[in-house]
């Protein structure tokens, strides 16, 4: 069967909300590509189980939390993760300069950060003079089926059941929150900032029924034995 990548934004999501994901994740053996934010307690675990590979999220904008400048917050992120070898920037900004920048200085080999929705992926290298990088864009992300009016949350039918390898993005609030309908999760963010949230905050804006939590779970039912990490794209393409 085609083989199917799970990537997770962590997008400064609180503890719990990591931990009950990866709790699922690693109950149904799916393997997954995080891509890290900020500092938490939980990098650890989440670095230490072989399903698991940790990328690295940098948010560039001018009001960036993570540091003053593109250097800087390229360092901090390493700092956290000295293994990355994934890059999703946050907001999917791009440039040719900044793609050469991942590569030669900050030694990035995978970057995802190509949003392609519903449409047929292939990974494929981007080359200028002494560097290259794996581009590899997604096809199909929770926050953005909370959106469409025709939702798809299913393996089974939609784009998701079309032949070919299909990159999947989650986020952990989204998850959470099981938000399915993204006008939602707009009004939840007047609580204050997402890091200090708590289960008892937000209790009353869980939605029920079909959104990221269920399709996750069934995903990993379903999808865990042909499950990938980005990085085994590296080994894949013989680089």
């Known amino acids: 069967m085609d083989p199917l990548y799970l990537t997770i934004d962590i997008d400064w999501a609180p503890d719990f909300m990591i931990q ?15 891509f ?7 990098l650890g675990d989440l670095s230490a189980e072989p399903l698991f590979e940790l990328g690295i999220h940098p948010n560039i904008a001018a009001s960036s939390t993570q540091g003053g400048d593109e250097r800087e917050i390229f360092g901090r992120l390493m700092e956290l993760v000295p293994d990355a070898v994934c890059v999703r920037t946050h907001g999917n900004v791009q440039s040719t300069n900044l793609t050469i920048r991942m590569s030669r200085d900050y030694k990035m080999r995978v970057d995802a950060s190509y949003f392609l929705p519903r449409e047929p992926v292939k990974p494929h290298y981007v080359r200028w003079v002494e560097t290259e990088i794996l581009r590899v864009p997604y096809d199909w992300e929770d926050a953005y089926e909370a959106s469409q009016s025709d939702s798809e949350w299913s393996l089974d039918e939609g784009h998701l059941a079309k032949p070919g390898m299909h990159v999947i993005n989650f986020h952990p609030v989204h998850w959470y929150l099981n938000t399915q309908d993204y006008r939602t999760y707009a009004r939840a963010k007047d609580l204050g900032p997402v890091q200090a949230w708590t289960p008892g905050l937000i209790a009353d804006l869980i939605a029920a029924g079909q959104g990221p939590r269920e399709f996750l779970t069934r995903l990993s039912i379903d999808g865990a034995t042909r499950s990938r990490k980005l990085c085994d794209l590296l080994v894949t393409s013989g680089v």
């Open 20 to 34: 009950g994901m990866a709790d699922v994740l690693v109950e149904y053996g799916m393997r997954a590509t995080w």
């Open 36 to 42: 890290v934010t900020h500092d938490t307690p939980l």
